[in-house]
């Protein structure tokens, strides 16, 4: 059943293993700082129109709608991109991230049953269905630590630098490792297990694919410390808004054969992990076109506040946000108007997928070197939100901190404008648009295997036959 906020913080009380800056969290929803990212998460659970009628399942989220066409492709990018905007410009992950993998399971399991026999595609569909009728929150843990990056997972000094497969019994598997960057796994109820890479058959015990509980025993949280926020008195967006993210740790993890979605099958390890990648992507283009908004918008009123509106490097810079933003709009609807349809599931076009990524990764450095230009080293040097607190300093503040508007708004914009472009969230952020949902060199990867050079090939090679010599 369709689940509100409430009901949802009330499930993540169930004895799951976080720690934060060293010490055990009894309870996600209590804590200072996990809290506001279960308070976020919990928000999707309250938007409007998020449930949608389906004939299998009835009442479910519209994130679970799997896609068999551009049109469910195009509804896709603008549900995200409109909860993005409806959450203040951040991504809200815990439904769109587990669909992602379901929808790259679904179209692997298919595959694995074909040239196996076996009844990967009936786990996961029995696995999709729990969820949707349960209105999970899920998260996706699919990068391992990797060691030596040199070296392939068999052939670590440690084997547990990637999660493997320790015990085989008649009822599941034990699992061990970690991985890294699991976002929103503290607050999720679910977390689902990818493999991260291509594998060879030496990396068969490697090659594993599940979905556990959150609080399953073994499974423990450590999560990094959300310093947009904690120890930050300036946050503005930060108060209400960010996610966490995590080292998860499997310590001997038993996993039931009814969650288990791939096992020992290496050869497929790779497009398991090609296909989650190609829609996290298009997910990813669909959210930070949301939230470009945020520095495209205070780009504007800090110009207006330092009365420079129209001057010539502001309005390059703002057409350069304008174009960051409508080349991610665009990349995604595109990717939507071309996919590739397999085992009838509608898969955002690789090609056009990864284009607008890079574009993303590339250019994310100049919308913030952008936003400080205009705003100006004051974002940099201005009085904290205590001083401004302080009636002795306001007046101070307030009278020179006027620009073409009066101090107390110029102070509420800069204030934003420095969150957004010299604080910690700045650096969380660079980190993000440059490595999130995947680094620059692997989007380079996907797009040359899926790129066709034919139409290229053909043009020269047909203009150069003319040559005589």
């Known amino acids: 059943m369709p689940r509100g906020p409430g009901e949802y913080l009330d499930s993540l009380r ?16 209590t804590h200072p700082i996990i809290s506001v990212a279960a308070k976020h998460a919990a928000d999707l659970f309250g938007a409007e129109d998020r449930l949608y009628d389906d004939p299998n399942y009835g009442k479910i989220s519209r994130y679970f709608k799997i896609p068999r066409s ?30 992602d993998a379901l929808f790259s399971l679904m179209i692997i399991a298919r595959k694995v049953d074909t040239k196996y026999g076996t009844h990967y595609l009936d786990r996961v569909m029995k696995y999709y269905e729990y969820v949707v009728k349960n209105d999970l929150a899920m998260a996706v843990a699919q990068t391992d630590v990797k060691g030596d990056r040199s070296k392939r997972p068999h052939e670590q000094p440690d084997p547990d630098l990637y999660v493997r497969v320790v015990e085989v019994r008649d009822d599941g598997i034990v699992v061990n490792g970690a991985k890294i960057h699991t976002t929103q796994g503290p607050v999720a109820n679910e977390i689902v297990f990818l493999p ?31 310093l947009e926020y904690d120890g930050n008195p300036n946050a503005v967006n930060a108060r209400a808004r960010f996610e966490v993210e995590s080292l998860t740790i499997l310590d001997h993890v038993f996993v039931p054969w009814d969650r288990v979605f791939l096992f020992r099958e290496w050869e497929f390890a790779g497009p398991l992990a090609w296909y989650f990648a190609t829609y996290h992507r298009f997910t990813a283009v669909s959210y930070r076109a949301a939230t470009s ?16 509106e129209n001057a010539p490097h502001v ?7 304008i174009m960051y933003k409508e080349i991610m709009r665009m990349g995604a609807i595109t990717a939507a108007l071309e996919p590739l349809i397999d085992e009838g599931v509608a898969v955002p076009n690789p090609v056009y997928t990864n284009v607008s990524k890079l574009y993303s990764n590339a250019h994310f450095v100049d919308v913030v070197h952008g936003l400080i230009d205009i705003a100006g080293g004051l974002i940099a040097t201005m009085p904290s939100h205590d001083d401004y607190a302080n009636p002795e300093e306001r007046q101070y503040i307030s009278k020179y901190i006027r620009g073409a508007v009066d101090g107390d708004t110029r102070y509420r914009i800069m204030s934003f404008v420095r969150e957004l472009a010299s604080s910690h969230l700045t650096g969380y952020l660079l980190t993000a648009m440059i490595h999130a949902e995947g680094s620059e060199a692997a989007s380079k990867i996907g797009m040359i295997r899926e790129y066709n050079f034919k139409e290229a090939e053909d043009l020269v090679n047909r203009v150069i036959s003319r040559l005589r010599i």
């Open 315 to 321: 309005r390059d810079w703002i057409v350069q946000m």
């Open 293 to 308: 908004n945020l520095y495209l918008g205070a780009a504007l009123l800090a110009a207006r506040a330092n009365g420079i």
């Open 196 to 226: 991260y890479r291509a594998m060879v058959e030496g990396d068969r015990d490697y090659a594993v694919a599940f979905a556990v509980p959150a609080n399953a025993k073994g499974v423990k949280f450590i999560v990094r410390p959300a």
């Open 14 to 29: 169930d004895g799951r293993v976080v720690y934060y800056r060293g010490k055990a969290v009894s309870d996600v929803t």
């Open 70 to 99: 551009t049109n469910d492709l195009i509804d896709r990018h603008r549900l995200i991109y409109n909860d993005t905007m409806r959450f203040d410009g951040m991504f809200n992950i815990v439904q769109a991230i587990g669909s």
